[in-house]
């Protein structure tokens, strides 16, 4: 099994910037592709940011050039830096994980509450 738990979310003003991070466990040998999504409340679950190595790496339009997501295969942890926040990006914050034995892999999910 692979097991994903993030940590780093809360409440920022506007313009603020806050640090995810999303540690995985188990049979992390299996995971390919790591990234994060939100959902905010009455939406659909949306891709924020994926990474296969640090030259493959995916954003969302909504937040080119103000998040930073990246990876530290050696301790199997995700990271996003999320520069410039606006109300707008409040939402639950899940990591996920694609391992080619277990299919996709979520963890909880973190909320990031950003106030005007």
């Known amino acids: 099994q692979v097991q994903l738990v993030e940590s780093g979310g809360g409440l920022v003003q506007a313009g603020g910037s806050l640090r995810l991070s999303c540690a995985a466990a188990g049979s992390t040998f299996s995971i390919t592709t790591m990234g994060w999504y939100r959902q905010a409340p009455g939406k659909q679950r949306e891709l924020v940011a994926t990474?296969?190595?640090?030259?493959?790496?995916n954003y969302a339009d909504s937040v080119k050039g103000r998040f930073t997501i990246s990876r530290d295969n050696a301790k199997n942890t995700v990271y996003l830096q999320m520069n410039g926040l606006k109300p707008d990006d409040t939402a639950v914050y899940y990591c996920?994980?694609?391992?080619?034995?277990?299919?996709?892999?979520w963890g909880p999910g973190t909320q990031v509450t950003v106030s005007s």
């Open positions: 996920n994980a694609a391992s080619y034995i277990y299919g996709a892999v």
């Open positions: 990474i296969v190595s640090g030259d493959n790496i």
